[in-house]
């Protein structure tokens, strides 16, 4: 079992419905569907170029996915994330933009965000003592190789590279297209989010998803309220 913190939009938020549409999964209820042809790209097309941001469920990482460290329960570490929640405030991300991340595209803000950076900060050092050491297997699949000295201390200290002053919030979109397909994928991607684009995003609650075992889907357990004012799911 893995553990993750994911910023998500509510369950039945239209952000969350567009998102099921364009990746066939929804992560509340686990539930799947077949990805029909749209644009440019068949349903075998879309259904390969979004394999991996469906398996993790639509989501922006705070803290990516730990197992338990020895002695740890599941208990404790729910008990934690409802205090924790409850310590922290709703925000709004002033403006998210449709932006490409290499190969990749995602839902990113327009603009730093100083509140969402400090989220992503504390639920990082938060949870750092739940979480397990990185096996050699797991620091191996990073690459620590091909990253920057801050990067990888990050990786070593923290389990994940893109912490602190590397972090930078996304949304996943797609996994890796290739070149020649990324102007027709960036022009599906404004029509089929185009409601999102250039608006706010509340962040009004914390998601806790699970990983059954490795590979599995990524669900949400929990997804709790800031400030215990907001609408409230526990599995």
């Known amino acids: 079992?893995?553990?993750a913190f994911y910023i998500s939009p509510d369950e039945d938020d239209p952000l969350t419905a567009a998102a099921e549409r364009w990746l066939g999964a929804n992560p509340f209820t686990g539930g799947?569907?077949?990805?029909?042809?749209?644009?440019?790209?068949?349903?075998?097309?879309?259904?390969?170029?979004?394999?991996?941001?469906?398996r993790y469920g639509f989501h922006g990482t705070l803290k990516a996915p730990f197992t338990l460290a020895p002695g740890v329960s599941e208990s404790q570490l729910l008990d934690a994330f409802t205090t924790f929640a409850e310590e922290r405030v709703s925000f709004d991300?002033?403006?998210?933009?449709?932006?490409?991340?290499?190969?990749?595209?995602a839902l990113v803000p327009a603009a730093d965000c100083p509140q969402l950076q400090n989220l992503a900060d504390q639920t990082v050092r938060r949870f750092s003592a739940f979480r397990a050491p990185l096996s050699?297997?797991?620091?191996a699949?990073?690459?620590?190789?091909?990253?920057?000295?801050?990067?990888r201390n990050n990786l070593l200290e923290w389990g994940y590279p893109y912490v602190f002053e590397s972090f930078r919030f996304h949304m996943t979109l797609t996994g890796a297209v290739p070149v020649d397909r990324q102007p027709a994928m960036k022009a599906l991607l404004e029509q089929a989010f185009a409601p999102f684009i250039g608006k706010p995003f509340p962040v009004t609650s914390l998601a806790?998803?699970?990983?059954?075992?490795?590979?599995?889907?990524?669900?949400?357990?929990?997804?709790?309220?800031?400030?215990g004012t907001s609408k409230r799911k526990m599995a």
């Not at 799947?32 to 991996?52: E, Y």
């Not at 050699?136 to 620091?139: C, H, L, S, T």
């Not at 990073?142 to 000295?149: N, Q």
């Open 141 to 151: 699949r990073r690459k620590p190789e091909t990253l920057g000295s801050v990067m």
């Open 136 to 139: 050699d297997a797991d620091i």
């Open 32 to 54: 799947t569907r077949d990805l029909k042809p749209a644009g440019d790209f068949s349903a075998a097309d879309l259904t390969a170029l979004t394999a991996d941001p469906r």
């Open 1 to 3: 079992m893995r553990y």
């Open 208 to 227: 806790l998803f699970t990983e059954p075992e490795r590979g599995a889907p990524f669900t949400i357990h929990s997804l709790l309220p800031l400030g």
């Open 93 to 105: 991300i002033p403006r998210m933009v449709l932006g490409q991340l290499g190969p990749f595209f």
